[in-house]
Structure formats: C-alpha cells, structure tokens
C-alpha cells in the first residue's frame, strides 16, 4: 500500500465535482423516501456499477443521527436541506475551525496535549520527552509524533486523547493489540489512528452539527478498524484496504432506519 511505504498517512483528499459536491453552508440533510445512492469505500472510490447506483463521493451526514444526504434523481444528484439553529450553526464552525488547526509542535498546549496523551496512555510511565524512542510503542513512526499529524492536524491528537480517556479499555486493548490473531506486521496504532480522524473528515465533509458526534465516531471508527484487521487476517501493507472497508461499514450501519444517534450504531456495541 502506497501510503504505509513508511507507515500509514493520511491521503490527499481526491478532486471533487464541484457541481455534486459543493458546500452549503447552514444546511444538513434529512431521510427521504427517495432512493439512496450507492456509498463510496474511500476518497473517491465508489462502488461497481451502473451510473444510477455511482457513488456521490464524500456523503454527507445530520447530526448525531448523520444521515445520507445525496439522492440520485432524473440523473443528477440533489440535496434536500434544512436550515440550521443557532446552537448548530454554533458547533459547525467550532467544529471547522478544529479541523484547520495544523499541529505546531512549539505550541505549549500542543506540547501539553501530547504529553497528555502519554500519560493517558502510559499513566505508570514516565516521559523523557517530546522526542523520545518512548513514542514508537505507542505506533508513531519514529522519535517525534510531530512529524506524523500531516493532513489530519492537531484535531487527530485531540481524538487520541479523547478515546484514551472516554473509552480507555477500548483503547488499550487496540493499542496492545490483545484480541484476535494478530498479524506479524501490525499496523502503527497512533498513526492508524490519525488516518481515521482523516477519513472522518472526509466523510462529513465538515458538514457535522455535533462536536460530540465526531469524536465519538472517531472511537466507533478505530474499534470497526481493528476488527475489519482482524476478521481480514490483515497485515500492515493491508491498512488503505481495511481502511476503506471500515469507512463502507461505517457508511452502511449510519444509513440504517434505526440508527438516529451514534449510540445506535451496531459497531457502538464494541467499545467499553
């Protein structure tokens, strides 16, 4: 796999239809009866066949519910929008502006950040620095997780801490990689982890409602990941395709009839 030569990174988001997927800005999607398009498994990617079940490319999701947006109608895709509240349109742009943040290791509360993460993760180890060989057991590529963050920024630190201290079973089980038949050559845990913050940004194309939505899908994401490895007895070179089959998983169960909340989510289930 192209992009884990070195160690898994987040891509660059593919070239989008600036028809089919333009912003709307103070809009958000809502169910339908009409038919549903065809979900993508990754940036661009879509699924075989015709042109009416083509992929919309990046769906768009509501709220904690994050329901489809895109329907395919005489031809072209069509969007069916609501106007915001205040309290929404609130979080939208709180959550934008999160995403924008480029981690800046001279920061002092990006450096209190990742030590943060380090004591979560490691609460009976002590730190010998921001740059230390400590950080490769953690699944950063070598001494400086600075180095790692790239296209996904300083919000993809901010998801690893909040699974480590939200869901820390959940995150020391994946982070020792303790269930299943493991692979020879395992994925990097912390670098898988800011590729997933990366295809979540691509999934809801900034278009969530719901700060809390997007960090607890981040956790639902990593756990689906690590099971998609494990029931693919994947190893590293395998992570873009285990990453695009959790993104079709995690499409599939947002798109069920039930699921209004993340917390419906059947993957919810696995994390404790």
């Keep these: 796999m192209e992009a884990a030569a070195a160690a898994p990174a987040p891509a660059q988001a593919a070239e989008r239809d600036p028809e089919h997927h333009q912003h709307h800005h103070g809009c958000l999607a809502v169910r339908t009866s009409l038919p549903r398009c065809a979900l993508g498994a990754g940036g661009g990617s879509s699924l075989a066949g015709s042109s009416d079940e083509a992929s919309c490319g990046s769906p768009r999701w509501i709220g904690r519910g994050l329901s489809c947006v895109c329907i395919k109608r005489k ?37 209190e950040a990742l030590k943060a993460l380090w004591h979560a993760t490691y609460p009976d180890q002590e730190l010998q620095g921001l740059i230390s060989e400590q950080w490769k057991d953690m699944g950063w590529q070598g001494r400086d997780p600075s180095t790692d963050f790239r296209g996904a920024g300083f ?14 079973a959940s995150f020391q ?7 299943g038949n ?74 069920l009839d039930d699921v209004m909340r993340i917390e419906d989510m059947p993957s919810y289930s696995l994390l404790c």
């Design 75 to 111: 031809g072209a895709y069509e969007r069916i929008c609501m106007n915001l509240t205040p309290v929404q349109e609130e979080r939208l742009q709180r959550l934008k502006h999160r995403m924008k943040v480029y981690f800046d290791p001279s920061r002092r509360d990006h450096q």
């Design 155 to 168: 919000i993809s630190l901010e998801n690893l801490l909040f699974f480590a201290k939200t869901f820390s």
């Design 173 to 179: 089980r994946l982070l020792k990689k303790q269930c």
């Design 182 to 255: 493991r692979a020879t050559w395992e994925y990097p845990f912390a670098v898988a982890g800011v590729n997933i913050t990366f295809m979540i940004m691509q999934m809801l194309d900034l278009q969530s409602k719901d700060e809390w939505a997007f960090d607890l899908l981040y956790c639902v994401a990593f756990v689906v990941m690590d099971k998609q490895w494990l029931d693919k007895n994947a190893s590293y070179m395998d992570f873009n395709e285990v990453l695009k089959s959790t993104r079709t998983q995690l499409e599939r169960e947002l798109m």
